[in-house]
């Protein structure tokens, strides 16, 4: 399935057919678009077309004279798909390079030769295509670079264009926040052990947790480590040698992405 679209610049946009439209996110200020214009086509597709290919977050990275090579579009297109996969910009499509159809062997060469092997469009103009030959182009794309969008007809202050209705409504959604470490009950009671006995004591695991900090204090009198066996493990052991001391209270935390999380408390009397 085809949607029909129109690229137009800044200049000319309020000449712009209804439907869908295709915008300039860098550029001079008569093509590059304004907050005010893609607020009001917020579903408009984000074309990069400067000679930095700057933008990562763009759905399409315009290769012509005066805006990006083909030797630019292997970098873009992974910055682009990392931002894709990263809902860096929300609405984002996956990535894909506009250029003329005699310039496609350079730049599927240039893609390959950069390590990108698949899943970059490709929007291809050609103006000695109907309307009808655009949709059949589109909709008979295929392979590892499948023609995503035609653009086959210059209308003066816009162009019009066919694009593939999937790749259109494939667009990344607003990025998942990391949910805060699961709170672990706090045991706190009194043991009491002999002289030199052995220590063992379990904690419920933290999931997720880089690693665990024990302490003890006072520290005169005993040394302990923790063994937490697998990371998938549901119990913490503290092992240790207790020699004779009057009290003291044993502290486990987990440290997950760097901060403390309390596992658990003792107070240990000898």
Known sequence: MTTPAFDITHLYISH????????????????????????AHPGAVHIDQDSRASDGTADVLDVEAGAATPQE???????????????????????AIYMSAFQVPAVVNALIAGGVTSGVGLWVANWNLTDAEAVAAVKAAAGPFPIIGIQYDNAGLYDKDEFATAWLNHVSGTPVPTPPPTPVPVVDYHLSVTPHQLLNISFAAVPKADHYVVTFAPTKGTAVTVRTGQPADAVVHVLGMIVPMGAGRLTVNAIVNSKAVLVGVKSLTV
């Open 73 to 95: 579009c292997a970098d873009w297109a992974k910055r682009a798909l990392a931002a894709f996969k990263a809902g860096k910009r929300p609405g984002q499509r996956m990535p």
């Open 16 to 39: 712009a057919p209804r439907g869908v439209l295709a915008g300039y996110t860098t550029g001079s200020s008569s093509i590059c678009w304004t907050s005010s214009d893609w607020a």
